[in-house]
């Protein structure tokens, strides 16, 4: 009877000190690695050793970043494959990029690659980019290449979350995700001024099955761009704004270009932000295309231009004009879009002469114009046949109706 206690008291004991040694083990501190958190001292190091710790461990992990302001120089490589699924949570702490650009010699700050299963809970990330946006290193987006760095960068990392995270005043793109299929961001922040230079908000590319949800983007620029090779895209439930929009491209202007397809936007707000939806390519181009596109339920609010579809596009004026893009677009809805423009043209399709746009559905559109010339907000078309459905004002391309 003694005997038979005792040993179930162990057998239990035995399973409650492996249980608590598999959290507790799981579980790296930065500070436990050196980490100072006063805001001054490079904490970059303790960051990278306590991933490195975390991501060899044979059983879930975390990386914690406790509360409070640490300061990190470039480059921050946190890069898998780790042995088990791994987080890094920062509730609570402000992780801060020194502000000289001359510290950086990579385009960006911090890049997490070839992941499986990372959760990113929380935490602001600084990249203090004032200094930079005066400089004005890449207007218009610059060269090609312009290597300014990114806040955020996440290639391979696939089949993860991230959660609760704020990007802010990053000193080019906040975040730029590639080949990370089957990932889900939700609960973003975006936050850089509205004079602030090339900040886009999440740029994604070369991936597949990426759900953006419940996020809110206050920038300079784009706040989604959405890059070659985006497949089966979702984004819902967004305020933007100030900034650019949701912009699909550019596209057509390298030769490799992977097509874009299939991106469902639902439930957006933009305010005061330049375009609401913009497609961009260039003229004289590779080729490529652009379909299965969904845009629905969608609320602007003095937005420049509305709705944009360029396929002249040639920010640089250094385009050979006069011979088409190459890039088709096809197969796109517009669906349940209301507001106001802030100029007259609410809607614009300027599509290739070589390959018009095909297969575009406009339903219930009101866009009204508010501004100083007064009258009511029109339309410019150029190479497309919108089929309408319901009430779309301004009327689209009258004169093919
Ligand atoms: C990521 O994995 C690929 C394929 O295994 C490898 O070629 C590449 O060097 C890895 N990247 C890094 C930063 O380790
Ligand atoms: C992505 O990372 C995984 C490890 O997580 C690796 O096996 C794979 O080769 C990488 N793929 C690429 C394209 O780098
Ligand atoms: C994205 O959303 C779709 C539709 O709700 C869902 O089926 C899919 O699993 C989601 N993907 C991720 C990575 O969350
Ligand atoms: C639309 O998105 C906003 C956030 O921008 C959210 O508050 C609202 O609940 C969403 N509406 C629906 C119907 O999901
Ligand atoms: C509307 O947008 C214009 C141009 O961006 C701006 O000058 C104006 O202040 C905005 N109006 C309101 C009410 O925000
Ligand atoms: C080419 O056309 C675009 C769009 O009309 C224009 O913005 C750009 O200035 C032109 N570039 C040249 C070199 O003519
Ligand atoms: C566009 O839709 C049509 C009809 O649904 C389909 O046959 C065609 O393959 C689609 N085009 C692209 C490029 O996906
Ligand atoms: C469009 O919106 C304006 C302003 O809200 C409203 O006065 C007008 O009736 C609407 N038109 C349609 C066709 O819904």
């Known amino acids: 009877m003694d005997t038979e206690n005792s040993t179930r008291q162990a057998i239990c004991c035995l399973f409650l000190i492996a249980f608590i040694a598999s959290n507790h083990a799981a579980v790296v ?28 461990q044979p059983a879930p992990s ?43 010699t990579t385009n960006y700050w911090i890049a997490i690659r070839n992941v499986s299963k990372l959760t990113m809970i929380g935490g602001t ?68 001024p509205v004079d602030s230079v090339n900040t886009d908000g999440i740029q ?43 912009g699909i491209g550019s596209l057509g202007r390298r030769s490799n270009d992977e097509p874009v397809q299939g991106i469902w936007i639902k439930n957006v707000t933009f305010t005061n932000t330049e375009h609401g939806f913009r497609i961009k390519t260039w003229p004289t181009s590779f080729t490529g295309s652009v379909s299965d596109l969904h845009y629905e339920d969608i609320i602007m609010n003095n937005v420049t231009l509305p709705i944009f579809i360029d396929q002249q596009f040639c920010p640089l004026n250094n385009c050979q004009n006069g011979t088409a893009s190459n890039v088709k677009i096809s197969n796109v809805t ?26 575009v559905k406009l339903a219930d559109i009101n866009l009204t114009y508010e501004g100083p010339e007064g009258g009511p907000a029109i339309s410019e078309c150029a190479n497309i046949e919108p089929k309408v459905f319901g009430q779309v004002v301004p009327p689209a391309c009258p004169y093919i109706q």
């Not at 990190?72 to 898998?80: A, E, F, K, T």
């Not at 980019?129 to 090609?144: E, F, H, I, S, Y």
């Not at 879009?337 to 300027?350: N, P, Y």
């Open 62 to 104: 975390s990386l914690l970043i406790p509360p409070g302001t640490y300061m990190v120089s470039p480059s921050i490589d946190l890069i898998g494959p780790c042995q088990a699924p791994i987080k890094i949570t920062a509730t609570g702490a402000t992780v801060k990029a020194p502000p000289e650009l001359e510290k950086f």
């Open 29 to 56: 501190n930065i500070k436990a690695k050196g980490a100072k958190g006063d805001g001054i001292t490079d904490d970059g190091q303790a960051i990278v050793s306590a991933w490195n710790e975390a991501c060899g």
């Open 204 to 246: 994604i590319g070369r991936l597949s099955g990426v759900n953006i949800t419940n996020s809110i983007m206050t920038t300079n620029d784009d706040c989604i761009s959405i890059g070659q090779g985006a497949r089966n895209i979702r984004i819902k439930n967004i305020r933007c704004g100030p900034g650019d929009g949701i």
């Open 334 to 359: 517009l669906r349940n879009i209301k507001g106001t423009s802030a100029t007259k043209v609410a809607l614009k399709f300027d599509c290739s002469a070589g390959t018009p746009c095909e297969n």
């Open 125 to 192: 990330y600084d990249g203090q980019g004032r200094q930079t946006w005066a400089q004005n290193l890449c207007p218009d987006g610059g060269p090609p290449g312009c290597p300014l760095p990114v806040n955020l960068q996440f290639t391979n990392v696939t089949n993860s979350l991230l959660k609760y995270v704020t990007s802010a005043d990053s000193k080019f793109f906040h975040m730029r995700l590639s080949l990370c299929d089957n990932t889900r961001l939700d609960h973003i922040t975006i936050r850089a």
